[in-house]
C-alpha cells in the first residue's frame, strides 16, 4: 500500500494552461503539505494544510490554489501556468502540525511546461 | 530567518570509502534536525533525526550528532555501498505561531563507485 500518493507522475503542458496534481495519503494524518523541488533540487515548502485548514501559506503566487476535500486528500490547481512553474511538486503529511515530526512524502509530480 | 546549508555536491566515493556530508545550520529556538535521502526517480525518505542538542540520529549505517555550539548535524558513515547513492538533504523544523514546516538545505548528491 502506498502511503502517499500522487497523481499524475508526470505533467506537460502548454503556457497559460490550467492543471491540477491530486494528492492521498492513506497515513491518517491531519497535516498535508505542497513542496516544490527546482530544477538544483532545492526545495521549498508552498502550502500546509491541517485538518483541512490552510495553516502555512508561504507567499506563493494567488495561480497556485490548494484545496483540502478531507483530511486524506489535498489537491494543487494551478492557473495561466509559466514556464518557471516547471518543476517537481511534492505533497507530504505528517501526524501532527509543528514540524518536529517525521513528514512522508510522494513519489513526486514532474511538471513541464513549454 | 531559519536556514540550512549543506556542503556542494557532488560527491563521488568509491565503495567501502567513508562519508561525511556537512550540515550547518541558523535557527531560533531548538529545532529537530533531519537527514532526509531522495533515490533517484522517488521521493524523499526520512534517513534519521535528533529533537535535542547532544541527541545522535542513525539509521542503516549513517550518525549524525545534534551540535548545538556548533550549530552542526554532519551526515557520516563508515563505508559506503553503491546502493547509497542518492541525494541527502539536511532539514531542520520551522515552528511558527499556526503550524510547523521543514526548511531544507540545498542537497548533496552522492555517487558511490563500484
Known amino acids: 500500500d502506498t502511503a502517499v500518493s500522487q497523481t499524475p507522475k508526470y505533467l506537460v503542458t502548454q503556457m497559460g494552461n490550467d492543471k491540477s496534481i491530486k494528492c492521498e495519503q492513506n497515513l491518517g494524518h491531519d497535516t498535508m503539505y505542497w513542496y516544490k523541488q527546482d530544477s538544483k533540487k532545492f526545495l521549498k515548502i508552498m502550502f500546509s494544510y491541517n485538518n483541512k485548514e490552510l495553516i502555512i501559506n508561504e507567499t506563493v503566487p494567488n495561480r497556485f490554489s490548494p484545496k483540502s476535500p478531507d483530511k486524506a486528500h489535498l489537491n494543487l490547481h494551478i492557473n495561466s501556468l509559466e514556464l518557471g512553474d516547471s518543476a517537481v511538486y511534492f505533497c507530504a503529511s505528517s501526524q501532527e502540525p509543528s514540524g518536529s515530526g517525521e513528514q512522508y512524502f510522494g513519489p513526486g509530480t514532474r511538471l513541464t511546461v513549454t | 530567518g531559519n536556514s540550512v546549508t549543506q556542503m556542494e555536491g557532488p560527491v563521488t566515493l568509491s565503495e567501502e570509502a567513508f562519508l561525511t556530508i556537512n550540515c550547518t545550520y541558523t535557527?531560533?529556538?531548538?529545532?529537530?534536525l533531519f537527514w532526509y535521502v531522495q533515490y533517484p526517480g522517488e521521493g524523499l525518505q526520512l534517513l534519521l533525526k535528533a529533537t535535542k542538542a547532544d541527541d545522535k540520529g542513525s539509521n542503516k549505517g549513517f550518525e549524525a550528532t545534534y551540535r548545538k555550539e556548533t550549530t552542526s548535524f554532519h551526515l557520516e558513515k563508515g563505508s559506503v555501498q553503491v546502493s547509497d547513492s542518492a541525494v541527502y538533504f539536511c532539514a531542520l523544523s520551522d515552528q511558527g505561531n499556526q503550524g510547523g514546516k521543514l526548511i531544507f538545505g540545498q542537497g548533496t548528491e552522492l555517487s558511490v563507485k563500484p
Open positions: 535557527a531560533t529556538g531548538y529545532p529537530s
